[in-house]
């Protein structure tokens, strides 16, 4: 470091070198929801146990920061900031595919419509030849491309460079898409902060109650109830809505209202919705005489309004009422009660949706979302009320409800056990309105989803929420929620309240006097009756608080239940003497002269303490009479002593009177183990006198030790909730233990042990309760949460001395030590004296020698304040962060890092297990105790090497090396272990990424190295092991002072001399040693991994990843590259390295990843292959999809070549690299890695990387060029996602893919589950296939994901997208482009520019193919002119094929409708003429090329327009004209030739515009210009592709391969003239058996020209690999189209060229497909489909050319004859109107004269192949009856009167067999007929044919195998079925029944009796098999089969039998001529029916 001169030590000092501290300990308030604490009352002396829970709810949250964590944290968080506003700082970039819908397509629609078919146009369209092209205004020109000459290539390519830098975006990867969450480990989720539990929220607003007649107050009060658990879940609210009026009755009772008690609604907290929950409201009025049923009757019989008597007993009532709450308003009586269901708030579907999500209720759901990692602390139960979540309650609408029937209250039937029942009742039927009487009223209320700051609100405890505005006059009341399991969310705030439940009184036995029974609820904290403590809530419209409170009373009950809840705020500090007072009266509703309403029955009472702790539960108590004993309080009433005089009880002492009392409390622990632990901790804290007392046993001082181990054990034994709910309390006291040494009694007592095991089981014990959410790193969240808010170092010496005391040496505690207590024991002192001994505080440091020293501690510490109002100030004070006093440090001071970790070291056993397993939370505690320790001590004096103990170093060093080997132990073991391992391993970088912050890095930097050593040694599998050390380092290096870790500074490895030597050096080459060590920097040599020590293990691991190839590999190849990705990523979002210099130096720390990106290229996925528009998508089966996705095919690569215009030239693919061994990464993986590529291409030194390139061996470079051409492909611009206007094919594409998506993701779970399974799938196994299935889905996936996501994204969103993308593709490419300006002037210098030359272009030719900006076209335009002016001679000789794809791709820009394009475009072409002209002439090649791109260009591109390509043209000739220096040659007259020959192509194409929408006139367009130019077989080649392309796009893949088969044929013909050899085909006679059609490519020798002559079969194709690609593509189609016989026809051709070329890697696929051919003819055979055939015939002028001409259509498989019609009709019906098209139904022939000419007609028949007799003896196949059909049939029935059907006997069909021009299938769907024969077959014969077919059915259902009973059944039916209409029965007895008069018929008849005869034993054979099929239950049908079949044999016997005798004569000598012995040679000599005639 000594050595850097002043740059670098400039740089290294702005990118921090490590600062100091690197944490920073910051103390944040902690948030409380209500505007005060909540706080005990005041002015109580607390005991320390309240004080410290006190202390822990109030005191501040201790974070440990990280100070320069902003500055590069990784990817996620600081991504999204930077990324929100990015797209306002980018400019737009222009994409020709999105102007194309503007700019336009008005022009060319309009266009369209005009131009469709009318019959002018069509008959003059081909003339237009000879449009002018000069009357076109040319385009602007460049001006300085003609005035080229005077300035040199050099100063050309400066001022292409200049301009290329300029402008640019300097942060590449601020434009790339953040790497997927899914990878990120190295996000550690901060943990939620601790807060108090708040479930799903309802607010519920009471707004009117009111009955019939209103005569008195009612007083309502609610509670929710869930009937399944069957217990009360909430708090009551009171609330009453009494007008004025009637409230005014109680004036006298209500001494005042404060405001809480006015609230009308309520906020209730469901923790645990379910369709269960009723809100009940209960409604009670003043006490009166009389059962609750007749004081209800009035109610329910009066109105309000009626009149006369009504009116009088309202006024009456309402005076008696009056009177009554005079006298007896402080009772009430139950009156009416309402249930309400809130099924629909707590919506049941909704949650049963939401559970699995987040898998039941313990919330493990993956936290990578934004939602869970809001909620992970939470579970499910309370996440539910995250306003983000689609809870099942945040999301119900408001409800109003109003109810208008109230249950009355049965007087008998109280208590809530009745309650469950009626609501059971009540959720079953509305029966219960008929067993309960109902009162008429109304309720209205309205129920929503409580607001997230719901303003002026009071906490159950009546403190207001903030916010709280004052103006208000009604609050909101918060209802305490009492949930029905356990919540496990641990307190945070103080609560103390009890809840006193009276339930039953049991009097029966007691004098008549007690009849009305009410009892009143006091809490006492004496027995003095002044004792009562106004603690009680009030209820509705009166005080807050009250001293007592009344039950409800039933009239005449003995023995009543009571409902009511007492609501207490019990006192912080609670003594013996506090107890609850129950006094029992009978009240008298009569009033009695004298008499007081009260009288006296007795008394119980329940201490609030037993033992020191809570009284909480059930109880049954006795009730003593007339007074209470003598000092009562202290027993309880069960237990009091015997006294004098007796105390009389009733029911001598039984137990008579039920009560539950409940605590809610967040002080009172309510279990047994944890109040024991608390209670023995404060015993050692504070003066306490011995023995001290725990539950009901005496502890000595002597025991105490004993005890406390004991209790501190069995902490693991509380039951989990209290743990969890006092968790923050538990730990703290635990650590405190760990590092305080006691002296008890005497002895030295040790704790950390059991402190510490306890620690561990604790953490076990959450980690293991399955109601505990985990974070994503497996963390415990409520441990996660402690560790970062809550957990500060125990500071065990907490004396401090008061300043009177002097130097006495007095010390008393400051904070837990209370100030009224004076009995100082012994033992006392000397626990305070041998904590002096020990004391570990950082804060104060004392030595026992120098007290003057702890007073100025004392001094130096802020004054004191003891009030306990000031509690958190105290806080501040003793436990704020330190003031650092340089005192000596007492030798025996343990510190809790230490301690901690030696604990870690030497526990054994389980505890051993548990930390490992659980480590990080060890980790964490060690990091946050040590950043404290650090933070306190002397920093100055210490390096940094010694803030440690040697022996804590130890410590760590050993707590690595066991965490690793626990690491490697697990990940052997089943999946399961294998998981936890990760975690283990994830939580060992993080503490390693921390110690780099606190410890000495070298020290770090070792650990780190024996981890990886550790790890290779121990583990087998090598996926494993990788993806382990990359999440480790990838967490490492996310650390914020990465690059200086790496030493970033160091990285030039040019002079060893200095380390790091300036930037001029480096630019200078004449550094001596510059020569030997140029190259090594791209490579990851030992040197580069010593000084960059993470980097260099993530390269190489990165390096394995890519090299290895085992099971499961590519998701190990994903993550090690992403990692390197985010940490590019952070290095370009970190505004420290925003510098060019930076920048500089990071990219050279990331050199080598260079090298390793080159050595993988075999590997990348090809993304030129799965070009989107690429129109090839083939979408057969996915099985061939596979085969040819990843690696790619070479030949078949060839043959797409040329006919794509947006694809890649694929001349070689990538040839200069060995045939790719590995597996293929996925796309994601590829496109990941090579936007690396260029970050390093961008940012690195541009001198070292042309240094570097000029030094490379072609071979590497031309790796370069390869890997380059995929980043081409790989960062095209793929449009706006979901933008409005989706290109019809495009959106056919998204279908098919969403279609075969939805196929593959349903048989998983959706795209959810396909997702999860390919996490677990290791992919990449396969390796033939290159590529695997999962991954080839997961880009479909992506591509469906994104299209369902569009519809969640508005319009902005998508256009910032698109923004984004855009610019990212335009930079990418300009890298690109730099790179390849690099090499050319590299390779140029290096004279070695022969073999590159081609490889740029291809590069950049592939460039212009795809989608690309105008500002990287502008650039990319002038590169290129700059190459053609360099290299001219050179491209036009050697790279003829480039060259030609370099014209087809300028050209097709010269048609862009962007002028900036165009201009550059023509420039372009007009340099590429200018030069190939004056090289060598050579321009009449570059005329060919063009007018072929010119042909494919206009074939193929939809986007074509071919308005701006004449105006191209018109600004090429411009140019022509004005180029003075060619003037004197024939240049422009060649010029305008060839333009004039281009502009008539453009003509042709015009034409083919119209008929875009009618495919079959569109290929009969192409295939007459393919005719057209059969001499120029280059042209008729692109124009037979062009067609394949039409085709594939139409899925009619046997003509695509037809047209391929055609090409072949072509250039088979040319290449046997050019060579004769004997393996090739001879000429299109070899191609006979794969068409006949095929014949028409033979060239004829006199109109042909000769191979040789320039320009012409100069295409790539014309070679034996052209026709070979050819071949191959065909066959790939036909095997998609399913003629497979075709495929093996095809590879016989190709099979010798292969042999010839010992291409024997070639022969196995080959041999491979052709097996799969076979076995998919063997499988498929007859399953297959091919078209179907209908005649079409169009009539009518309109017409045009194609009026009466008939067509044969061949349409696919299954195409119903609507189907045509309606498409045809549909078509034509657009072009010439609506009503102007018909089509005729009939297949009759046409008669012109009778229609209507100003229509067009259509007639569309069915027809069938047909085939002679002899034909069928060679199409045995199913395959060869539907392949080279040139004749076809169709029958048409009629009558000779004109019907087309009649009876049988005048039936007669005319059969109609055309003859086509050629066989199908051929290279177009449709083929003119060209001869048409009819035969007219007479009734006898129609049924002759008909019974034959008959005979032929019933033959094949009896001989099919295997048998199929119903389709027998079926057939049999309609043969021997009794009621058969026009069958077999009626057809003989039309004709057979006579024999015919006419001897001409009597061979008809003859062959149709014998057709019978043979239908009947037919008949017999199928029912015969029938039997042997029918199950039993069939039977009947059988025997009714039969007796069918009987009857019609019978019927037909005599008919067959009977022969026509003149047929049957003898023959007795021959003397006919040949043709009538034809005629007899079939006769048969019958004797018997010769003796007949004789």
Request: hydrophobic share 35%; with cysteine.
């Amino acid at each position: 470091m000594t050595q850097l001169n002043n740059l670098e030590s400039e740089l290294a000092q702005e990118l921090g070198d490590f600062p100091e501290d690197d944490l920073d300990i910051v103390f944040t308030p902690k948030e409380c929801r209500t505007l005060q604490p909540s706080m005990p009352e005041d002015g109580v002396e607390l005991d320390l146990h309240v004080r410290d829970c006190v202390q822990t709810y109030t005191r501040e949250w201790l974070i440990v920061n990280r100070k320069n964590q902003g500055n590069s944290d990784t990817c996620s968080l600081k991504n999204k900031g930077s990324r929100k506003d990015l797209h306002k700082t980018l400019q737009k970039q222009t994409f020709e595919s999105e102007t194309l819908g503007s700019s336009d397509a008005n022009l060319q629609v309009g266009s369209r419509q005009a131009q469709v078919l009318p019959e002018e146009t069509s008959r003059t369209t081909l003339a237009t030849s000879d449009f002018d092209l000069r009357s076109l205004q040319p385009d602007p020109r460049l001006e300085n491309l003609l005035r080229q000459g005077g300035v040199s290539a050099e100063e050309f390519e400066r001022q292409n460079e200049e301009a290329r830098r300029t402008n640019r975006h300097a942060e590449l990867l601020a434009l790339y898409p953040a790497v997927d969450e899914e990878d990120a480990v190295e996000i550690r989720p901060v943990p939620d902060r601790p807060k108090e539990h708040l479930g799903n929220r309802i607010l519920v607003k009471l707004q009117t109650l009111k009955f019939e007649i209103e005569i008195e107050p009612l007083f309502a009060c609610m509670a929710l109830y869930d009937i399944k658990e069957r217990k009360k879940i909430s708090e009551n609210f009171h609330c009453d809505l009494n007008p004025d009026s009637l409230r005014g009755f109680l004036r006298s009772y209500t001494p005042s209202i404060d405001l809480s008690s006015q609230a009308r609604s309520a906020v209730f907290s469901v923790t645990y919705p379910s369709s269960d929950i009723y809100l009940v409201i209960k409604i009670e009025k003043v006490l009166q005489q009389g059962e609750i049923a007749d004081c209800a009757e009035p109610y329910a019989v009066l109105k309000e309004s009626e009149a006369g008597k009504a009116k009088e007993k309202i006024e009456k009532l309402k005076a008696q009422a009056e009177s009554f709450c005079q006298r007896l308003g402080k009772y009430r009586m139950p009156f009416a009660w309402i249930p309400i269901s809130l099924t629909n708030v707590f919506n049941v579907s909704t949650l049963e949706r939401e559970i699995p999500e987040t898998e039941g209720l313990n919330g493990k759901g993956s936290t990578s979302d934004k939602k869970a990692t809001l909620l992970q602390g939470r579970r499910f139960s309370e996440r539910s009320l995250s306003l983000e979540d689609s809870s099942p309650v945040s999301n119900f609408k408001t409800v109003s409800l109003t109810l208008s029937t109230f249950f009355k209250q049965e007087g008998d039937r109280l208590s809530d056990e009745d309650l469950f029942k009626f609501l059971a009742d009540f959720k079953r039927s509305s029966s219960l309105q008929r067993r309960i009487k109902t009162l008429p009223g109304t309720l209205k209320l309205e129920i929503s989803p409580a607001p997230e700051n719901l303003g002026y609100c009071l906490t159950p405890e009546l403190l207001p929420v903030k916010p709280f505005p004052e103006n208000h006059n009604r609050p909101h009341k918060e209802i305490l929620e009492f949930p029905i399991r356990e919540v496990y969310v641990p307190h945070t705030i103080y609560r103390n309240l009890l809840y006193v439940y009276p339930q039953r009184l049991n009097f029966a036995n007691r004098p008549a006097s007690a009849r009305n029974l009410t009892i009143k609820v006091q809490f006492m904290c004496g027995e003095d009756p002044s004792c009562a403590m106004p603690v009680i809530f009030g209820k509705s419209s009166g005080p807050e608080f009250v001293q007592e409170t009344y039950t409800a009373i039933t009239y005449h009950n003995k023995s009543p239940d009571f409902y009511e809840e007492v609501k207490i705020k019990l006192p912080a500090k609670l003594t013996e003497k506090h107890h609850l007072l129950f006094t029992f009266y009978h009240i008298s509703c009569q009033p009695k002269q004298g008499a007081s309403v009260e009288t006296l029955l007795g008394y119980s009472w329940l201490p609030i303490l037993l033992n020191d702790r809570l009284q909480t539960g059930h109880y049954c108590l006795p009730v003593a009479l007339d007074k209470l004993p003598f000092h009562y309080s202290i027993h309880s009433p069960e237990k009091v002593p015997p006294q004098t005089p007796p105390v009389k009880w009733v029911e001598g002492h039984k137990g008579v009177f039920n009560v539950a009392v409940q605590a809610v409390s967040s002080v009172h622990a309510q279990d047994n183990h944890l109040e024991r632990f608390f209670t023995l901790c404060h015993s050692l804290e504070s003066q306490v006198s011995f023995p001290i007392r725990l539950m009901d046993q005496k502890i000595t001082e002597a025991m105490l030790e004993h005890e406390l181990k004991l209790s501190i054990i069995c902490l693991n034994s509380s039951r989990l909730e209290p743990l969890v709910l006092f968790l923050h309390l538990v730990l703290d006291k635990l650590f405190q233990l760990a590092v305080q040494p006691m002296v008890i009694a005497g002895q030295t007592a040790n704790f950390s042990q059991f402190a510490f095991e306890s620690v561990v089981a604790i953490a076990s014990s959450l980690h293991n309760s399955k109601h505990l959410s985990k974070d994503q790193h497996g963390r415990n969240c409520l441990l996660a949460s402690y560790i970062y808010y809550v957990f500060r170092l125990p500071d065990p010496q907490r004396e401090v001395v008061k300043p009177g005391a002097g130097s006495s040496g007095i010390l008393t505690e400051s904070r837990y030590y209370t100030f009224g207590r004076t009995s100082a024991m012994s033992v006392g002192s000397k626990l305070l004296q041998s904590r002096v001994i020990s004391c570990s505080n950082p804060d104060i440091a004392v030595t026992q020698t120098a007290t003057d020293e702890e007073v100025k501690n004392i001094m130096s510490s802020k004054p004191m304040d003891h009030s306990s109002s000031r509690i958190s100030f105290c806080v501040e004070g003793t436990n704020g962060m330190p003031s650092i006093c340089a005192s000596p440090r007492p030798p025996n001071k343990k510190h809790f890092h230490e301690e901690l970790a030696l604990q870690m070291v030497v526990s054994t056993g389980m505890a051993r297990e548990c930390v490992f397993r659980y480590a990080w939370f060890f980790f964490e505690l060690l990091i946050k105790s040590m950043a404290q320790y650090v933070h306190s001590i002397e920093k100055q004096d210490n390096p940094r090497r010694s803030w440690f103990s040697d022996r804590f170093k130890d410590d760590i060093t050993t707590i690595v090396s066991v965490v690793t080997s626990e690491i490697a132990a697990l990940l052997v073991k089943p999946q399961k272990e294998s998981e936890q391992a990760e975690k283990i391993n994830i939580s060992l970088a993080f503490f390693l990424y921390d110690l780099l912050s606190l410890m000495d890095r070298g020290f770090v930097f070792n650990l780190i190295k024996h981890y990886c050593n550790q790890l290779s040694n121990k583990l087998n599998s090598l996926s494993t092991l990788i993806s382990m050390r990359l999440e480790f380092l990838k967490i490492l290096c996310s650390h914020e002072h990465y690059l200086n870790l790496n030493l970033f500074f160091m990285t030039s490895a040019y002079a060893p001399v200095s380390p790091s030597p300036s930037l001029s050096s480096q630019n200078s080459s004449s550094c001596s040693s510059f020569q030997d060590q140029k190259i090594t920097v791209f490579d990851l040599s030992a040197e580069y991994r010593q000084q960059h020590f993470l980097t260099g293990l993530l390269f190489t691991e990165l390096a394995a990843a890519l090299d290895a190839d085992s099971d499961g590999i590519s998701k190990v190849q994903r993550k090690a590259v992403s990692a390197i990705l985010s940490l590019l990523s952070s290095h370009d979002l970190d505004p420290r390295c925003s510098k060019k210099e930076v920048k500089i130096k990071i990219a050279a720390l990331y050199l080598p990843l260079v090298g390793i990106i080159l050595d993988s290229l075999p590997q990348l996925y090809d993304f030129t292959i799965s070009d989107p528009r690429s129109g090839k998508g083939r979408t057969g089966n996915t099985e061939e999809e596979q085969e040819s996705a990843g690696a790619i095919s070479q030949n078949v690569a060839l043959a797409i070549a040329g006919n794509q215009l947006n694809l890649r030239s694929f001349g070689i693919p990538l040839a200069s690299l060995p045939y790719r061994q590995s597996a293929t990464l996925s796309p994601d993986t590829t496109r990941n890695l090579l936007i690396c590529f260029l970050w390093i291409m961008k940012n690195a030194d541009q001198n070292l990387i042309q240094k570097w390139i000029a030094d490379l061996p072609s071979m590497q470079l031309n790796r370069i060029l390869d890997l380059l051409f995929i980043c081409v492909s790989c960062f095209e611009y793929k449009g706006k996602q979901g933008s409005d206007k989706v290109s019809t094919q495009a959106l056919q594409k998204s279908q098919d893919v969403k279609a075969r998506l939805e196929e593959a993701l349903l048989r998983g779970e959706g795209a959810r589950g396909e997702m999860m399974k390919r996490c677990r799938i290791p992919a990449g196994n396969d390796r033939s296939v290159g590529l695997s299935e999962n991954l080839r889905w997961r880009k479909e996936q992506t591509h469906w994901r994104q299209a369902n996501e569009r519809q969640d994204k508005t319009k902005a969103e998508l256009d910032q997208e698109a923004l984004i993308s855009g610019n990212l593709a335009t930079e990418a490419n300009l890298i690109i482009l730099d790179m390849q300006e690099n090499i050319i002037q590299a390779s140029f210098a290096a004279e070695c520019r022969d073999n590159l030359l081609g490889g740029v272009l291809k590069v950049l030719v592939n460039s212009l193919g795809c989608d690309q900006s105008t500002t990287y076209l502008t650039h990319c335009f002038a590169t290129l002119r700059a190459l053609i002016a360099k290299f001219g001679d050179f491209l036009f000789e050697e790279e003829v094929e480039q060259c030609a794809d370099l014209c087809q791709r300028v050209l097709h820009h010269c048609s862009s409708s962007i002028d900036i394009t165009r201009t550059q475009a023509c420039a372009t072409l007009y340099l590429l003429m200018r030069y190939s002209f004056s090289s060598t002439s050579n321009f009449a090649r570059v005329k060919m090329q063009m007018t072929m791109s010119l042909a494919s260009l206009v074939g193929k591109s939809p986007e074509f327009n071919e308005g701006f390509l004449r105006r191209s043209l018109r600004t090429i000739l411009a140019y022509a004209e004005e180029d003075a220096d060619m003037q004197t040659t024939p240049f422009p007259i060649q010029v305008e030739e060839l333009l004039c020959n281009l502009n008539s192509i453009l003509s042709d194409t015009v034409k083919m515009r119209e008929f875009q929408e009618d495919p079959e006139m569109l290929m009969d367009l192409m295939y007459r210009i393919a005719k057209g130019y059969q001499t120029s077989p280059d042209l008729r080649l692109t124009w037979l592709q062009n067609m394949a392309e039409k085709h594939t796009k139409r899925k009619c893949y046997t003509e695509a391969a037809m047209c391929l088969v055609h090409a072949a044929a072509l250039v088979a013909e040319y290449l046997s003239m050019l060579e004769d050899r004997s393996y090739l085909p001879v000429g299109s006679v070899n191609f006979q058996n794969i068409s006949s059609n095929v014949l028409e490519e033979s060239a004829v020798s006199d109109d042909v020209l000769s191979p040789d002559e320039d320009g012409i079969c100069s295409g790539r194709y014309f070679s034996e690999s052209g026709l070979v690609g050819l071949l191959e593509q065909a066959a790939e189609l036909f095997s998609t189209g399913g003629l497979y016989e075709t495929v093996n026809e095809v590879y016989k051709i190709v099979i010798p060229i292969l042999e010839a070329h010992r291409d024997f890697r070639k022969l196995t696929l080959t041999h491979s497909k052709l097996q799969k051919a076979f076995d998919s003819i063997i499988n498929k055979g007859q399953k297959r489909m091919f078209g179907t055939y209908f005649r079409v015939g169009f009539y009518g002028s309109k017409f045009g050319d194609l009026d009466e001409q008939e067509f044969v259509y061949k349409e696919p498989a299954i195409t119903k004859l609507p189907e045509i019609s309606h498409r045809l009709e549909g078509f034509y019906g657009q072009c010439f109107g609506e009503g102007a098209v018909e089509v005729i139904k009939d297949s009759a022939p046409v008669d012109k004269r009778k229609l209507d000419p100003n229509k067009a007609y259509i007639q569309i028949t069915f027809v069938e192949p047909y085939f002679d007799e002899y034909e069928m003896k060679d199409r045995v196949t199913y395959f060869e009856k539907n392949f080279n059909l040139c004749r076809f049939m169709y029958t048409t029935p009629f009558t000779m009167d004109g019907r087309p059907r009649g009876e049988l006997s005048e039936q007669y069909k005319r059969n109609t067999i055309l003859t086509t021009m050629h066989a199908f299938p051929y290279i177009k769907t449709r083929i003119n007929v060209i001869q048409k024969e009819e035969f007219i077959l007479t009734p006898i014969e129609v049924a002759i044919e008909d019974m034959r077919k008959k005979t032929q059915e019933l033959t094949a259902a009896t001989n099919q195998e295997p048998p199929d009973a119903k389709m027998l059944q079926m057939v049999l039916q309609g043969s021997v079925g009794a009621t058969v209409n026009q069958g077999p029965l009626e057809v003989a007895q039309v004709f057979l029944a006579e024999i015919p008069a006419d001897p001409k018929l009597y061979r008809h008849h003859n062959k149709l009796r014998l057709c019978f005869k043979e239908f009947i034993m037919r008949c017999g054979e199928a029912v015969e098999k029938n039997k042997r099929l029918i199950t039993a239950d069939q039977r009947e049908y059988q025997l009714e089969l039969r007796k069918n079949y009987g009857k019609l044999k019978e019927n037909l016997r005599p008919m067959i039998e009977r022969k026509i005798p003149q047929l049957y004569k003898p023959v007795m000598k021959v003397h006919s001529t040949r043709e009538s012995f034809r005629s007899h040679s079939f006769r048969k000599y019958d004797a018997q029916s010769s003796s007949q005639s004789t």
